[in-house]
């Protein structure tokens, strides 16, 4: 029995979760389809989810296909839940890439395609809706091969479209040969010579399929259940099965995690090698925590069941790690390629409705940002305000239904705002000498600052000999360094820079009279950390830093009569066109518009456009902030080194200001 864990991607309101729900019926895992506008479906559990119709957390179902045990991933569709589909991509084997035959290619399609494509994850296409007024088969295959710039290969022909008797013909189109051809010799030949074999076809199918030269691409109705048959025997035939030695050293990651009935963690976990048992202890994540497995369940016939180990291969949801997060390894680490999609760049302060809650909504918020690593979570002391990161409007509702449902919570948000960025923009340094000139702390730290290439990140390197010093007291600067940068001389994160430590100095561990350590005249690593945040942001002041917005690339078609109107709006919330194209009766633009504005942007929109415009937008790079506007500015929740003397007071509890 081979595995294949699959995963259904597609766009917002393509049909992901009907489809999901016609495959488990189609092959008897259930009696009757569930509904999303009913709220009945089996992946959609969450009471948000079955309220709004839309997948917001991933699932895990499973099903036989012949000789193939299948585990089913439906994802979320909607922008803001990016970061769930990016942690699913990586545990998957093959993927369905549902498009609306309606509403065709847009842009999270685009997203989706070019990531898979990266990952070189076999996929195949399902333009679903053909029974939709419409609906269209052969334009949408051509917008596939050129906005996705994919080989698309038609595995059939649609007939009937846009009404309930639409059908779905399999068999080879004649341009599906086109395509396979250029990709094989062998069948080039044939072609020519005008004699392609059935068993050629289909083998050079399947290979270039696994080989991600090439997506079959199916259509039907998930209402209907029109070329559901043809697309699983597609997914049966073309798709690769899981493979990993379950001899082999344990290696897996944990793409989901959730809270059971008693509030504990269960992870849900792809193994890729070895065989992880019930009592077996595994190391997990970079903060290289270890566990003891309680429980084990594996995905079979339709639901999760009990076993006493899992392999390489499967899917499996495990109790007793309790410290594991998403996106944790498990046992080996496998190489990654970072974050698939871009980080969210937007922010907004969570408030409670009552005071009395601040501690619980943190404590709340802290839970989720587990589930979710790329909700990024900023506490405030001073304030006792907690911020979160997002993608987009729709997840504040989440985030409100989450907390509610399930913490009895009840919170407001503040306006969103989007999440800037610091680039040094000279070179600085600064050092300070072991209890010299104002410096209480018994370490000598020196530190420059230099900015690095956009998207380079942060580098931390030595211009000292390691030997000088304890190793524990470079580690302990290191990560000051780091952990001071999240907070520039604005307030935001400070990124594509090279800090390198110039000058070190410590003292011995010294007693009196042999009588012991003496901590008074002996260096510590708090010495360090204490000292490093001033040297780095004086440093930091030198070099001077330049506060950077995130942009988003924007593709707009619209009506070419609402131009007129479209640009005064456009230059008002500082939406720049590079390229303005007439197409017949229509206009597009492509351009960039700050990550603010896009949320106003698409508001206007409909109003502007008589509802017809055609709009995607992602997140493309951060660009200076115009020196005519104001910079902006985040408040700190550090101890503040660009205070000195309210820094010192803070850390050592007396304003220090001499030796």
């Given at each position: 029995?081979?595995?294949l864990?699959l995963?259904?991607?597609?766009?917002?309101?393509?049909?992901?979760?009907?489809?999901?729900?016609?495959?488990?019926?189609?092959?008897g895992?259930?009696?009757?389809?569930?509904?999303?506008?009913?709220?009945s479906?089996?992946?959609?559990?969450?009471?948000?989810?079955?309220?709004?119709?839309?997948?917001?957390?991933?699932?895990v179902?499973?099903?036989?296909?012949d000789?193939?045990?299948?585990?089913?991933?439906?994802?979320?569709?909607?922008?803001?839940f990016?970061?769930?589909?990016?942690?699913?991509l990586?545990?998957?084997d093959?993927?369905?890439?549902?498009?609306?035959?309606v509403?065709?290619v847009?842009?999270?399609t685009r997203?989706?395609?070019?990531?898979?494509?990266?990952?070189?994850?076999?996929?195949?296409?399902?333009v679903?809706?053909?029974?939709?007024?419409?609906?269209?088969?052969?334009?949408v295959?051509?917008?596939?091969?050129e906005?996705?710039?994919?080989?698309?290969?038609?595995?059939?022909t649609?007939?009937?479209?846009?009404?309930?008797?639409?059908?779905?013909?399999?068999?080879?189109?004649?341009?599906?040969l086109?395509?396979l051809?250029?990709?094989?010799?062998?069948?080039?030949?044939?072609?020519?010579?005008?004699?392609?074999?059935?068993?050629?076809?289909?083998?050079?199918?399947?290979?270039?399929?696994?080989?991600?030269?090439?997506?079959p691409?199916?259509?039907?109705?998930?209402?209907?259940?029109a070329?559901?048959?043809?697309?699983?025997?597609g997914?049966?035939?073309?798709?690769?099965?899981?493979?990993?030695?379950?001899?082999?050293?344990?290696?897996?990651?944990?793409?989901?995690?959730?809270?059971?009935?008693?509030?504990?963690?269960?992870?849900?976990?792809?193994?890729?090698?070895?065989?992880?048992?019930?009592?077996?202890?595994?190391?997990?994540?970079?903060?290289?925590?270890?566990?003891?497995?309680?429980?084990?369940?594996?995905?079979?016939?339709?639901?999760?069941?009990?076993?006493?180990a899992?392999?390489?291969?499967?899917?499996?949801?495990?109790?007793?790690?309790?410290?594991?997060?998403t996106?944790?390894?498990l046992?080996?680490?496998?190489?990654?390629?970072?974050?698939?999609?871009?980080?969210?760049?937007?922010?907004?302060?969570v408030?409670?409705?009552?005071?009395?809650?601040?501690?619980?909504?943190?404590?709340?918020?802290t839970?989720?940002?587990?589930?979710?690593?790329?909700?990024?979570l900023?506490?405030?002391?001073?304030?006792?305000?907690?911020?979160?990161?997002l993608?987009?409007?729709?997840?504040?509702?989440?985030?409100?239904?989450?907390?509610?449902?399930?913490?009895?919570?009840?919170?407001?948000?503040?306006?969103?705002?989007?999440?800037?960025?610091e680039r040094?923009?000279?070179?600085?340094?600064?050092?300070?000498?072991?209890?010299?000139?104002?410096?209480?702390?018994?370490?000598?730290?020196?530190?420059r600052?230099?900015?690095?290439?956009?998207?380079?990140?942060?580098?931390?390197?030595?211009?000292?000999?390691?030997?000088?010093?304890?190793?524990?007291?470079?580690?302990?600067?290191e990560?000051?360094?780091?952990?001071?940068?999240?907070?520039?001389?604005?307030?935001?994160?400070?990124t594509?820079?090279?800090?390198?430590?110039?000058?070190?100095?410590?003292?011995p561990?010294?007693?009196?009279?042999?009588?012991g350590?003496d901590?008074?005249?002996?260096?510590?690593g708090?010495?360090?950390?204490?000292?490093?945040?001033?040297?780095?942001?004086?440093?930091?002041r030198?070099?001077?830093?330049r506060?950077?917005?995130?942009?988003?690339?924007?593709?707009?078609?619209?009506?070419?009569?609402?131009?007129?109107?479209?640009?005064?709006?456009?230059s008002?919330?500082?939406?720049?066109?590079?390229?303005?194209?007439?197409?017949?009766?229509?206009?597009?633009?492509?351009?960039?518009?700050?990550?603010?504005?896009?949320?106003?942007?698409?508001?206007?929109?409909?109003?502007?456009?008589?509802?017809?415009?055609?709009w995607?937008?992602?997140?493309?790079?951060?660009?200076?902030?115009?020196?005519?506007?104001?910079?902006?500015?985040?408040?700190?929740?550090?101890?503040?080194?660009?205070?000195?003397?309210?820094?010192?007071?803070?850390?050592?509890?007396?304003?220090?200001?001499?030796?």
């Amino acid at each position: 029995m081979h595995l294949l864990n699959l995963g259904i991607v597609a766009h917002v309101d393509a049909g992901k979760t009907s489809l999901t729900e016609r495959l488990l019926h189609s092959v008897g895992v259930i009696d009757e389809i569930g509904s999303v506008d009913a709220g009945s479906t089996r992946t959609d559990t969450l009471a948000l989810e079955r309220r709004r119709g839309i997948t917001i957390k991933s699932a895990v179902v499973s099903f036989p296909l012949d000789d193939v045990t299948v585990n089913l991933i439906d994802t979320p569709g909607h922008p803001d839940f990016i970061a769930e589909v990016e942690r699913v991509l990586g545990v998957l084997d093959g993927a369905v890439l549902v498009v609306s035959a309606v509403e065709g290619v847009q842009a999270q399609t685009r997203v989706l395609m070019r990531t898979l494509r990266r990952l070189r994850i076999p996929t195949l296409l399902f333009v679903n809706k053909i029974d939709r007024r419409g609906a269209a088969y052969e334009d949408v295959l051509r917008a596939a091969a050129e906005r996705l710039s994919a080989a698309v290969v038609p595995m059939g022909t649609a007939t009937a479209l846009g009404t309930p008797a639409a059908r779905f013909t399999p068999g080879p189109a004649p341009a599906a040969l086109d395509v396979l051809a250029d990709h094989d010799d062998d069948l080039l030949a044939a072609y020519v010579e005008g004699t392609v074999p059935d068993a050629l076809l289909h083998t050079a199918l399947a290979e270039q399929t696994r080989r991600c030269l090439v997506h079959p691409a199916y259509a039907g109705s998930a209402i209907t259940g029109a070329g559901v048959d043809a697309l699983t025997d597609g997914i049966r035939r073309l798709l690769p099965p899981a493979d990993g030695d379950p001899d082999g050293p344990v290696s897996g990651t944990v793409f989901k995690v959730e809270r059971g009935p008693a509030g504990e963690k269960v992870a849900y976990a792809r193994l890729f090698s070895g065989t992880l048992r019930t009592r077996d202890r595994i190391r997990f994540g970079a903060r290289g925590d270890e566990g003891r497995v309680t429980a084990v369940h594996v995905f079979e016939d339709g639901t999760d069941i009990r076993r006493d180990a899992v392999t390489a291969g499967r899917i499996a949801r495990l109790w007793g790690l309790t410290e594991v997060r998403t996106g944790d390894w498990l046992g080996v680490p496998r190489t990654t390629d970072g974050h698939l999609f871009a980080p969210p760049t937007l922010e907004t302060v969570v408030e409670p409705a009552r005071p009395a809650d601040r501690r619980a909504l943190h404590l709340a918020l802290t839970q989720l940002a587990e589930q979710d690593p790329l909700i990024g979570l900023r506490h405030d002391e001073v304030r006792q305000e907690t911020s979160v990161s997002l993608y987009g409007e729709v997840q504040k509702e989440v985030v409100q239904a989450t907390l509610a449902d399930e913490y009895g919570l009840d919170v407001t948000f503040r306006e969103t705002t989007p999440l800037c960025v610091e680039r040094p923009v000279g070179t600085g340094a600064a050092v300070e000498f072991n209890k010299k000139d104002g410096n209480p702390f018994l370490a000598t730290v020196g530190l420059r600052v230099e900015p690095a290439p956009d998207g380079a990140g942060n580098a931390f390197r030595l211009e000292v000999e390691l030997g000088s010093m304890p190793y524990a007291f470079f580690k302990a600067v290191e990560d000051t360094v780091r952990e001071t940068l999240t907070q520039g001389l604005h307030g935001w994160q400070v990124t594509d820079c090279t800090v390198t430590m110039t000058h070190s100095g410590y003292s011995p561990r010294q007693s009196h009279a042999h009588q012991g350590f003496d901590k008074s005249m002996s260096s510590t690593g708090a010495d360090f950390r204490g000292l490093t945040p001033l040297v780095l942001t004086e440093a930091l002041r030198r070099a001077g830093t330049r506060v950077h917005e995130p942009m988003h690339r924007f593709r707009l078609q619209a009506p070419a009569d609402t131009l007129g109107a479209l640009l005064p709006v456009l230059s008002a919330l500082r939406a720049v066109p590079r390229t303005t194209e007439t197409r017949g009766a229509h206009c597009l633009l492509d351009g960039v518009v700050p990550a603010a504005r896009v949320h106003a942007l698409e508001q206007r929109l409909p109003g502007l456009t008589r509802g017809e415009a055609e709009w995607e937008s992602a997140f493309d790079h951060y660009a200076p902030v115009e020196r005519s506007a104001p910079v902006p500015e985040r408040p700190r929740t550090d101890h503040n080194p660009l205070n000195r003397k309210e820094y010192l007071l803070k850390v050592t509890g007396r304003n220090r200001t001499e030796s």
